[in-house]
T-cell receptor, first 115, second 111 residues
Framework: DTEVTQTPKHLVMGMTNKKSLKCEQH?????MYWYKQKAKKPPELMFVYSYEKLSINESVPSRFSPECPNSSLLNLHLHALQPEDSALYLC??????????????FGPGTRLTVT | TQLLEQSPQFLSIQEGENLTVYCNSS?????LQWYRQEPGEGPVLLVT?????EVKKLKRLTFQFGDARKDSSLHITAAQPGDTGLYLC???????????FGKGTRLHILP
């Protein structure tokens, strides 16, 4: 099973709402990632979790709050977002982080629209 | 500074033609991946290359890693409309946790 699942597939939220994006993988991977992708651009790394601990935060605003409850799950909590945060949010996982050669498997993404 | 330069940015060709997409850098990468992404979907991993000079084939797709591990190419033979998509190269440098993406090549195969 090389599948990474993400829910919801689409999300529309107001600027005062609080919502969460969810990601799950059952490949035994110990590294999980959140990316943001705007239209016609490559994915931009937001956060990296390694062995359920946050190892990289790419200076992401605090209105995005990641959480890794266990080795299979990754959440992204959203609060007080701005319209410019509208994008495709991608989750990915890989066996480990920092070994110099690893493959990332991506989920289908959550299309987020902030109104 | 864009560490991975992909070219061309856009390519629109007729079905049945051959094409090559390039991914270049001045930096050495310990490995490089190619992904294909369709609109509204996540990138799908096509191949990973790790050894300088390595060539991998995936049906009509041929991937090559440069001898110096600074560049890579993707060659598609007899392109088909199903090959349409965004092709992303991504590299991992030796002591860095982060994967670095190129800006992608948007490929459109006309039937």
């Amino acid at each position: 099973d090389t599948e990474v699942t993400q829910t919801p597939k689409h999300l529309v939220m107001g600027m005062t709402n609080k919502k969460s994006l969810k990601c799950e993988q059952h490949m035994g991977h110990r590294a999980m990632y959140w990316y943001k992708q705007k239209a016609k651009k490559p994915p931009e790394l937001m956060f990296v979790y390694s062995y359920e601990k946050l190892s990289i935060n790419e200076s992401v605003p605090s209105r995005f709050s990641p959480e890794c409850p266990n080795s299979s799950l990754l959440n992204l909590h959203l609060h007080a977002l701005q319209p410019e945060d509208s994008a495709l949010y991608l989750c990915a996982s890989s066996q480990v982080v920092g070994r110099g050669s690893y493959e990332q498997y991506f989920g289908p993404g959550t299309r987020l629209t902030v109104t | 500074t864009q560490l991975l330069e992909q070219s061309p940015q856009f390519l629109s060709i007729q079905e049945g033609e051959n094409l090559t997409v390039y991914c270049n850098s001045s930096s050495v990468f310990s490995s490089l991946q190619w992904y294909r992404q369709e609109p509204g979907e996540g990138p799908v991993l096509l191949v990973t290359v790790v050894t300088g000079g390595e060539v991998k084939k995936l049906k009509r797709l041929t991937f090559q890693f440069g001898d110096a591990r600074k560049d890579s190419s993707l060659h598609i033979t007899a392109a088909q409309p199903g090959d349409t998509g965004l092709y992303l190269c991504a590299g991992i440098k030796n002591r860095d946790d982060k994967i670095i993406f190129g800006k992608g090549t948007r490929l459109h195969i006309l039937p």
